[in-house]
């Protein structure tokens, strides 16, 4: 009798019979197939199972704002089961375009979630919790380690990888006009995943709109930077015992793009701080322009310097309308305020154009037509074209419908058509730094 009550049971748990001897259908907990970690070289698949069959299901993203420790970002998608109960991001199951790393929507509450992770939640249609996971967002920061350059270098700081075997290639990180190290920091951690050592150079340090400057031992002011500060700042992180000191890499955005291409026209190769591998000029320009910040001022300069002596610029015209334009109202932007200088003073702009057929480095740009800061596309096929005549290798991308943040990884939060484009071109950067970081002709 007892062996008959116990194929009986089993016959209730496989069938989801309920019968007078006691014996209830018992369900399987819904439960989550998440990746490892959310990283930019592949869209990570979501996936939820022993959920109610054709029912629909709303799945959030959730993460950290970076601009206040009092916001959370969260994405969501609608989704309906298939007759099984499950559902998947990969599927057509979703009411709308997954978008695993958009963050559309700011909510005020303290974020639970650390910095590096996203909060995985699926949630009824009646908002009632069903799920809810962390996964890891980008490289593993905890595996690596910080040191810094140098007094000599305020703010600059070198990440390497804590398992690193051998000597690696250095790529040194510049970021633009919002000067300080934070460029470089949200960059770093996922260059030195690919096996890169990174050296972030803060060139400059402003105070905007009454912030506290970052670094006061650096400039204030885009005046006269010298671009023999990334010379020396080489020079420097070429001592340290696990960089290849034969291979090193320049990358810069905006502003940054300016400083390294710049650097690669200039900087001489047998110079201890000269000879690099590849260049990445993300939004660049193609010429030098003029600079800004200097206390008083009532004559223009140059953003740049080199040997000492001021580099020939091109001049704005009403810049402050345009930096003041979100607090008037006006519709006029910094393209407009660059362009326009161009316009106005073209002998100008003649002497201070970037000599790229100087710059022997393989050199990749990326660029938006929808840039409100300046013409990164414009300039950046300016470029591309009088190197390609020159012979020199180059390669670009460019977007109709990109903005100034057309650049930069995939993880981050940005529009639909900058999205688009880093899904293509950050990988396209990242196989360009490892192919030409094999190179073992980069100082001659």
């Given at each position: ?22 014996c209830q259908t018992i369900l399987p907990e819904p439960e989550f197939k998440l990746p490892e970690k959310f990283s930019w070289d592949q869209t990570p698949n979501i996936s939820a199972v022993n959920l109610e069959a054709n029912t629909p299901y709303v799945l959030s993203l959730e993460r950290p704002s970076k601009r206040s ?138 105070a905007w709109y009454g912030q506290t400057q970052q670094f006061p031992d650096l400039p204030r002011a885009f005046d006269n930077l010298p671009i023999d500060y990334l010379e020396e700042a080489v020079a420097q992180v070429r001592l340290d ?204």
């Amino acid at each position: 009798m007892k062996n008959a009550l116990t194929n009986l049971r089993s016959i209730c748990l496989l069938s989801g019979l309920i019968l007078s001897t006691g014996c209830q259908t018992i369900l399987p907990e819904p439960e989550f197939k998440l990746p490892e970690k959310f990283s930019w070289d592949q869209t990570p698949n979501i996936s939820a199972v022993n959920l109610e069959a054709n029912t629909p299901y709303v799945l959030s993203l959730e993460r950290p704002s970076k601009r206040s420790a009092e916001r959370t970002l969260t994405s969501t998608t609608s989704y309906v089961t298939n007759a099984k109960g499950q559902l998947s991001t990969g599927s057509n199951s979703s009411r709308e375009a997954y978008e695993p790393f958009r963050t559309l929507k700011a909510i005020e509450e303290k974020s639970e979630v650390k910095d590096g992770f996203i909060k995985v939640t699926l949630k009824s249609a009646s908002g009632e919790p069903v799920l809810s996971e962390t996964v890891p967002l980008g490289a593993d920061k905890s595996k690596m380690i910080e040191t810094p350059l140098g007094d000599n270098f305020p703010g600059a700081f070198i990440l390497k990888s804590k398992t690193r075997k051998t000597k690696q290639p250095i790529l040194v990180v510049l970021g633009g006009s919002e000067g300080g190290d934070g460029a470089a920091r949200s960059q770093a951690p996922e260059f030195v995943d690919q096996g890169f050592i990174v050296l972030g150079l803060p060139y400059h340090s402003p105070a905007w709109y009454g912030q506290t400057q970052q670094f006061p031992d650096l400039p204030r002011a885009f005046d006269n930077l010298p671009i023999d500060y990334l010379e020396e700042a080489v020079a420097q992180v070429r001592l340290d015992k696990d960089v290849d000191p034969d291979r090193v890499l320049l990358m810069g955005g905006s502003k940054g793009a300016e400083f390294v291409m710049l650097a690669g026209a200039l900087i001489p190769d047998d110079s201890d701080g000269g000879g690099f591998c590849a260049i990445v000029a993300d939004v660049p320009t193609d010429v030098v322009w003029e600079g800004w910040g200097r206390q008083n001022a009532t004559e223009k300069y140059s953003g740049f310097s080199w040997r000492g002596e001021e580099l020939p610029f091109a001049p704005y015209v009403d810049m402050g309308r345009a930096l003041s334009a979100r607090q008037t109202g006006d519709s006029y932007t910094m393209t407009q305020a660059h362009e326009r200088g161009r316009d106005a003073f073209p002998d100008r702009v003649k002497a201070a154009r970037i000599n790229v057929e100087a710059i022997d480095e393989p050199l990749l740009l990326i660029g938006g037509d929808k840039d409100a800061t300046w013409a990164s596309a414009k300039m950046s096929r300016t470029v591309a074209q009088s190197r390609k005549a020159a012979g020199l290798e180059t390669e670009i991308y460019v977007y109709t419908d990109a903005s100034h943040a057309v650049g930069g990884s995939p993880l981050s939060t940005v529009s639909e058509a900058d999205l688009n484009a880093r899904i293509e071109n950050y990988p396209a950067m990242m196989a360009f730094f490892k192919r030409h970081a094999k190179r073992d002709d980069c100082r001659e």
